[in-house]
Every structure is written in C-alpha cells, then in structure tokens.
T-cell receptor, first 113, second 115 residues
Framework: DAGITQSPRHKVTETGTPVTLRCHQT?????MYWYRQDPGHGLRLIHY???????DKGEVSDGYSVSRSKTEDFLLTLESATSSQTSVYFC????????????FGSGTQLSVL | AQTVTQSQPEMSVQEAETVTLSCTYD???????LFWYKQPPSRQMILVIR??????QNATENRFSVNFQKAAKSFSLKISDSQLGDAAMYFC????????????FGQGTELSVKP
C-alpha cells in the first residue's frame, strides 16, 4: 500500500468551529489532492497541490483552505465548519500529471453538528 | 465542463455470472483518460482499470474489461465470473490529459453479489 496517512479518521465537531484535516505521505510524490465524497455525487475535488506552497482550487473549494509547507504534508482547513461540510474526505497523491498512479488515503469521516 | 454519469445506482449479480456497469461522459476534448475505481465497505479507493482515449483497444485486467465507445462517449465495465469480493461501490472517472489527479467522478453504482 502507498504510504498515505489521514488524520483523524473520524471527527465530530460543532457548527462554527475550525477544523483541520491532515494528509501525510511517505512516497515523496509531487501532487496531492483533497476530495470529498457525498451520496449521489461521487468524489469531488476541493483543492490540490503541485508542489510545496503551490496549491490551486478544485471544483468545490468554497469554505476550505489548504496549506503545504512540506512535501509530505497537505492540510485541509475548514475555517468555520457548517453542516453542509459533513462528508468523507479523501486525500490522494500522484507522481505526475498522467495520473496513472493515483493513490488514495483511507478517508476521514467528518460530522458537523 | 466535463461530466460523468452513472445511471445505475444499484446493480446485482449472481456469483460466477457476468455483470456490466454503465458509464457515459460528456466532453469536447479528444485526449483524456477514463478509470473505474472500486470502493469496498472499508472505504479504500482501488483502481480497477484505466483506459487512454487515443487507444482503440479496450483495456482488460483479469476478470475486468471495458467497452470503450469514444464516439458514443460510453465507458462500461464488465466483470466476468463475479466473486463475493467484487461487492462494492464502483465509480467511473474522467481525467483531462495532463491534468494531474483532477478526476471527475460519476455518482457511483453499488454492486451486490449474491451467493
């Protein structure tokens, strides 16, 4: 299995509180991604990174920010969590642009009450 | 913008039989990739098969094969000799050429396998 660790695996929080999810990789891959998974929508891209301090928005980026200060870590922050952000969050990594080797983490179940 | 549609929310197959999962997509691009991912109850996303749009030959991986119809923008997955371990959610996904991991996923099809 690719070395991707997401933390926490589960989290319950209250509306309006800040939340940070962490993705850690040991593969030294350049590209890292955050997706959210909701019933009826499949997975949707939130933000991605193509290098240290290089990030860009995905399809559903509103309400989320990211940071990548080291190759191995990609953080996803919900500045003020809302109930609509209750979801399963997946981190993924890939070596290059062709995406032939895209590996996913195990996901974080976030519940915002 | 590209879209991916899986019109079968649920499918069922008898063990050892064959099942086909449907996927259609919409794009104006000529170069792209298509994927099928499997997500078992463990939640892990597992790549099943990959197809490059410029290749006319359908991809095959053991019991899994695709029927890629570029003109019709169709990309179905055939599972032969279905096994209990094939029970999972299956996602079809589209990737523009050279766009890294910015996949566009379909809604998913939940496959159950009956013994």
């Amino acid at each position: 299995d690719a070395g991707i660790t997401q933390s926490p695996r589960h989290k319950v929080t209250e509306t309006g509180t800040p939340v940070t999810l962490r993705c850690h990789q040991t593969e030294n891959h350049r590209y890292m991604y955050w997706y959210r998974q909701d019933p009826g929508h499949g997975l949707r891209l939130i933000h991605y990174s193509y290098g240290v301090k290089d990030t860009d928005k995905g399809e559903v980026s509103d309400g989320y920010s990211v940071s990548r200060s080291k190759t191995e870590d990609f953080l996803l922050t919900l500045e003020s969590a809302t109930s609509s952000q209750t979801s399963v969050y997946f981190c993924a990594i890939s070596e290059g642009a062709s995406n032939e080797k895209l590996f996913f983490g195990s996901g974080t179940q976030l519940s915002v009450l | 913008a590209q879209t991916v549609t899986q019109s079968q929310p649920e499918m069922s197959v008898q063990e050892a039989e064959t099942v086909t999962l449907s996927c259609t997509y919409d794009t104006s691009e000529s170069d792209y990739y298509l994927f099928w991912y499997k997500q078992p109850p463990s939640r892990q996303m597992i790549l099943v098969i990959r197809q490059e749009a410029y290749k006319q030959q359908n991809a095959t991986e053991n019991r899994f094969s695709v029927n890629f119809q570029k003109a019709a923008k169709s990309f179905s997955l055939k599972i032969s000799d279905s096994q209990l371990g094939d029970a999972a959610m299956y996602f079809c996904a589209y990737l523009s050429y050279n766009q890294g991991g910015k996949l566009i996923f379909g809604q998913g099809t939940e496959l159950s396998v009956k013994p």
